[in-house]
């Protein structure tokens, strides 16, 4: 359901920054579909990418055999990110907080870290420049508290209170949170994360028990439809063949 | 004159305690053929930079060569974490020291290295702790619009060991596929070893001079190993050992099952020879299938 609901995210002839795992079962599953034209881009530098199996890395041989361009990396976040020429990016989150800011650094201290998690990557100059930011992450409570334990990307309003407009960014931010849910989306003013829609047999209490801050629900709240048999057959049979990613 | 010589000599030669390494390669040619060697020479204190210190720095981690690791993402690509790693920033006091930086911090910081200027300027980290965690990160006031950019200072290896597909005895080395940040990071580096698939003669590079990734008046070194870059990938040669990746989760695991892999794989074997020498399903399981390109007149 995740990867049908972050694939209607995304519109035809869109030029997308993808990231390993569901993000590109989404990419692959709309281009399948309603998105023929999609222009899937990857940090490792493979533009327009046709992969004729799923890759397992974001490095994989077969994004590079038929794709449009190879390019080096320093052009993938000069010429493309940094120059405002994606237009979807995706991005994962091991915390994500009310106002969107996404910790992929450390769980607890910086210093002295309870668990280390991977880092950056390149999702904070995805979050500052990408037109819009899809997050996808499973709901739970420890994963969506009040403050992030650590700010790797930026999201409607730094530790301050600032805003990223007046900080100079010029991607719109995560627009989207999807999780297996609901989808969780800014409030126009504040910035602060609301429900903005719920996913077939979703309680609204639960979704709300799992964040750690008083959840606003958006009126009038979406209800999302349950996958097509032609969404659940392209990713089964199509998209992800050999169950790497569907679980 | 041939710049041609065999790994061993190589990183004798090139790859001193205490030096600043990148070995580069981002996913693709990855030469663990080299960190092998490294290790069996008993390298140590080395500060290990790269984007994604994937298996390979894990393991020189694992096998105490690394006193400091710069880095952008260190995680087990497609396949969960890297261990060694973790345990050795986990514990307390943390066994290496780390500089933390994003993906584009770090292919700016390789470029300023080749450009030889002192930093590099972009649009980044607003609203991020990374600043905060790395004081090496920093902003200037831009002299033209007034506005403030990050900056990351130039990152220059005493030595950076580039895997191509092929090269010449001289070390014009050519390389397709994904690219990484190999031409920055060689630039920027005080000496370049070259490891090729492949060793051609000059007339092959000269007749495709596009292709050229690394010029040989750069490099110091050239080293023909033919699977240098397993368990990572060549392009046109073999495709990446995702199966490897997903073990490395189970064997980095556990520090016992580390310490066997390096025994057997690394200490037990002389070269990278013998190692694709006892991996006889090698070339069945991961030999690359033909995808040839087209031809281009370079004439006029």
């Given amino acids: 359901m995740m990867a049908v609901a972050a694939a209607r995210e995304l519109r035809d002839g869109e030029v997308v920054f993808v990231g390993i795992g569901l993000p590109n079962l989404a990419c692959l599953l709309a281009r399948a579909t309603h998105a023929p034209n999609l222009v899937l881009i990857y940090e490792s530098g493979a533009v327009g990418a046709r992969p004729a199996r799923l890759p397992l890395s974001i490095g994989d041989p077969a994004l590079v055999t038929g794709s449009l361009m190879v390019c080096g990396m320093a052009d993938v976040f000069q010429c493309f990110l940094q120059s405002g020429r994606i237009e979807a990016g995706f991005l994962g989150a091991a915390q994500i907080d009310r106002w969107g800011n996404i910790n992929t650094t450390v769980v607890g201290d910086y210093a002295r870290p309870r668990v280390r998690l991977p880092g950056s990557g390149g999702a904070p100059e995805i979050a500052i420049h990408a037109r819009r930011t899809l997050v996808i992450t499973r709901l739970d409570r420890r994963a969506f508290p009040e403050r992030v334990d650590f700010i790797t990307s930026p999201g409607h309003r730094d530790r301050a209170g600032v805003t990223r407009q007046s900080s100079g960014m010029p991607g719109a931010g995560p627009v989207r949170v999807i999780t297996d849910q609901g989808i969780l989306a800014p409030n126009a003013e504040s910035g602060q994360l609301e429900l903005a829609a719920v996913f077939p047999g979703a309680e609204i209490e639960t979704i709300r028990r799992s964040v750690q801050w008083p959840l606003s629900l958006r009126s009038p709240l979406e209800r999302v439809g349950a996958p097509t048999e032609v969404e659940l057959r392209t990713l089964r049979e199509v998209v992800d063949p050999g169950r790497v990613f569907l679980k | ?300």
């Fill in chain 2, 1 to 300: 004159m041939s710049k041609v010589m065999t790994m061993t000599d190589a990183i004798a030669a090139h790859v001193h305690d205490g030096d600043v390494l990148v070995i580069e390669g981002f996913t693709h040619l990855i030469c663990f053929a080299a960190a092998h060697e490294i290790i069996r020479q008993g390298r140590r204190r080395l500060t290990l930079c790269r984007l994604t210190p994937d298996l390979v720095y894990d393991q020189m981690i694992a096998a105490g060569c690394a006193s400091k690791l710069v880095f952008s993402w260190a995680g087990n690509p497609g396949a969960g974490s890297l261990h060694a790693f973790r345990r050795a920033v986990e514990c307390d006091p943390p066994a290496i020291e780390i500089e933390e930086y994003s993906h584009f911090g770090m292919v700016a910081r390789l470029s300023a290295g080749a450009a030889r200027i002192p930093f590099w300027p972009l649009r980044d980290y607003q609203g991020t702790d990374l600043p905060a965690a790395n004081a090496r990160i920093r902003s200037v006031t831009c002299p033209y619009t007034g506005e403030t950019l990050a900056t990351v200072p130039a990152l220059n290896p005493d030595v950076t060991i580039v895997h191509a597909q092929r090269a010449d005895a001289d070390g014009n080395a050519q390389v397709w596929g994904l690219l990484g940040t190999q031409k920055e990071a060689a630039f920027a580096s005080k000496r370049v070893i070259v490891v090729a698939e492949e060793l051609v003669d000059a007339s092959v590079i000269r007749a495709d001079p596009n292709r050229t990734l690394i010029p040989g008046v750069i490099v110091d070194a050239v080293v023909v190993e033919p699977w240098g870059a397993h368990p990572s990938f060549a392009q046109g040669y073999y495709d990446r050992d995702n199966e490897f990746y997903v073990a490395w989760d189970r064997i980095g695991r556990d520090p016992q099952s580390l310490q066997q892999y390096l025994d057997a794989w690394v200490h037990g074997i002389a070269d990278r020879a013998e190692y694709v020498r006892r991996q006889p399903d090698l070339v069945a399981r991961l030999a690359a299938r033909p995808a040839m390109s087209g031809e281009v007149n370079y004439g006029y």
